[in-house]
């Protein structure tokens, strides 16, 4: 399906959504295009609506208002790894890279129509907080594609295919690992080690791991 943008981008109204939308911005003014904050409890009218990190499902009214449609990213080869937590699930199924996908909202869970995918390598001494950089490179990446076409005049959007998946919303009780490893032998361990001065470490493919520890009575 090809979406016809009739309208020269120095004058479409842009609206950016969501916590990571410093990644998206950092896009539109790559290419000098005008934009502002969108707000979903007082919306605007407006051309696009841009979204990443947007955790709430968007109203039926927000998704129609843009004249040529709401987009959003997900960190997961959609259909698959719809809904929650994509990177930390990504991690949890051991895969070896996870992918963006830029898809035009519906009323759906993350089943809209995709623009473009983006695969990002996993490295096996990758944290969260690595995985974090790459994933915000990569959006700014995937919009600065989107808006290329954008600004070409043309959208082209596919059905998503493939068979779909959820994942579930983490709690902070999918951080407890004791029925991976011993806790009391861990446990022994890293109080042995200054998290100051000597932190504990693990090694994996010539990388220090540094594990730094902290004690909470909050038995809940």
């Given at each position: 399906?090809?979406?016809?943008?009739?309208?020269?981008?120095?004058d479409?109204?842009?609206?950016v959504?969501?916590?990571r939308s410093?990644?998206?911005?950092?896009?539109?003014?790559?290419y000098?295009?005008?934009?502002?904050?969108?707000d979903?409890?007082?919306?605007h009218?407006?051309?696009?609506?841009?979204?990443?990190g947007?955790?709430?499902?968007l109203?039926?009214?927000?998704?129609?208002?843009?004249?040529f449609?709401?987009y959003?990213?997900?960190e997961?080869?959609l259909?698959?790894?719809?809904?929650?937590?994509?990177?930390?699930?990504?991690?949890?199924?051991?895969?070896?890279?996870?992918c963006?996908?830029?898809f035009?909202?519906s009323?759906?869970i993350d089943?809209?129509?995709?623009?473009?995918?983006?695969?990002i390598?996993?490295?096996?001494?990758d944290?969260?907080?690595d995985?974090?950089?790459?994933?915000?490179?990569?959006?700014?990446?995937c919009i600065?594609?989107?808006l290329?076409?954008?600004?070409?005049?043309?959208i082209?959007?596919?059905?998503?295919?493939?068979?779909?998946?959820?994942y579930k919303?983490?709690?902070?009780?999918?951080?407890?690992?004791?029925h991976?490893?011993?806790?009391?032998?861990?446990?022994?361990?890293?109080?042995?080690?200054d998290?100051n001065?000597?932190?504990?470490y693990i090694?994996?493919?010539?990388?220090?791991?540094?594990?730094?520890?902290?004690?909470?009575?909050?038995n809940?």
């Amino acid at each position: 399906m090809i979406l016809k943008v009739n309208k020269h981008s120095k004058d479409l109204i842009i609206g950016v959504l969501g916590f990571r939308s410093d990644f998206i911005i950092k896009a539109l003014e790559y290419y000098n295009l005008k934009w502002s904050l969108f707000d979903p409890n007082n919306p605007h009218p407006c051309d696009l609506i841009i979204g990443s990190g947007v955790y709430n499902i968007l109203p039926d009214h927000i998704i129609s208002l843009p004249t040529f449609g709401t987009y959003i990213i997900h960190e997961t080869p959609l259909p698959e790894g719809r809904g929650h937590a994509p990177i930390q699930w990504t991690l949890s199924n051991n895969r070896s890279n996870f992918c963006l996908s830029l898809f035009k909202a519906s009323k759906g869970i993350d089943d809209g129509l995709i623009v473009y995918q983006h695969n990002i390598a996993i490295d096996d001494y990758d944290s969260c907080e690595d995985l974090e950089r790459k994933r915000g490179e990569g959006i700014t990446k995937c919009i600065l594609i989107f808006l290329k076409e954008v600004i070409d005049g043309v959208i082209v959007l596919r059905e998503q295919t493939g068979r779909s998946s959820y994942y579930k919303k983490r709690t902070p009780k999918d951080s407890c690992i004791d029925h991976i490893i011993d806790p009391k032998k861990l446990w022994g361990a890293l109080r042995l080690c200054d998290n100051n001065k000597y932190p504990a470490y693990i090694t994996i493919n010539g990388y220090k791991i540094y594990i730094k520890y902290y004690k909470d009575n909050d038995n809940k």
